[in-house]
């Protein structure tokens, strides 16, 4: 996510985590290290923090695998408790999800720009544990083996979709997902757009994007 560009366009204090990557670092140890901070923002007393900090009103947010994260350290949040911190909402930017079953737009868009399905299938081995395929659950997080999130304190969520994406009907269904187990949810789709269009702000989805994530921020806050 081009964070700077980010911080300039919405009301927020952005803290960028330093996950360890795979595949020398497989799971799960990503979504620890997300956790982690929000454990030590919640714990510590953090002086340098600006005076207008509203740790009441956080929000997670990732683009690509850092959706994944963002969800997956979502739910762990849902079902922890903090003394200060919490998580309000999720940005999900066009996060990277997948199973075993090869979805129409991956077979369509196997050449798309940026992601190709074959650089998928190689960052689901180097990530996910020895001997477990796509329909892990935190690969396909409403599939087969999925968590049943209906019963979390799971944060309202906005997932943004591009229609160049080959992993699109994956986000798709994380949206669908999403409001099947009774959780609030948006899906922003940009038909022109492929994988990470985010990092590129001579493009009018990257503006527009800045704007919905913006609002929804607002209206999360005001509740």
């Not at 900090?53 to 969800?71: K, P, Q, T, V």
């Not at 350290?73 to 990277?96: D, H, R, Y």
């Not at 544990?129 to 979390?152: C, K, L, M, Y």
């Amino acid at each position: 996510m081009e964070q700077t560009r980010l911080a300039r366009g919405i009301p927020s204090i952005i803290v960028s985590v330093n996950y360890r990557l795979a595949p020398e670092h497989k799971y799960p140890c990503q979504y620890e290290d997300g956790f982690d901070v929000l454990k030590f923002i919640d714990e510590e007393n953090l002086e340098h923090f600006p005076q207008n900090a509203n740790l009441n009103d956080c929000f997670l947010a990732g683009d690509s695998a850092g959706g994944n994260i963002a969800h997956n350290v979502a739910l762990k949040a849902s079902e922890s408790k903090f003394l200060k911190l919490q998580v309000i909402g999720l940005i999900a930017l066009q996060p990277f999800f997948g199973g075993e079953e090869r979805t129409e737009s991956e077979n369509k868009l196997d050449r798309a720009p940026v992601l190709k399905v074959e650089h998928t299938d190689w960052f689901w081995k180097a990530f996910l544990p020895e001997g477990s395929n796509q329909d892990h659950a935190t690969a396909n997080v409403f599939g087969p083996n999925s968590v049943d999130i209906s019963r979390v304190n799971f944060p309202a969520t906005i997932v943004f979709v591009g229609g160049f994406d080959p992993l699109q009907d994956w986000q798709k269904k994380y949206y669908e997902g999403l409001h099947k187990a009774g959780k609030e949810a948006y899906l922003i789709e940009y038909e022109n757009a492929f994988h990470s269009f985010y990092a590129f702000p001579e493009f009018p989805e990257h503006s527009l994007m800045i704007k919905e994530v913006r609002d929804f921020m607002q209206k999360q806050s005001c509740k």
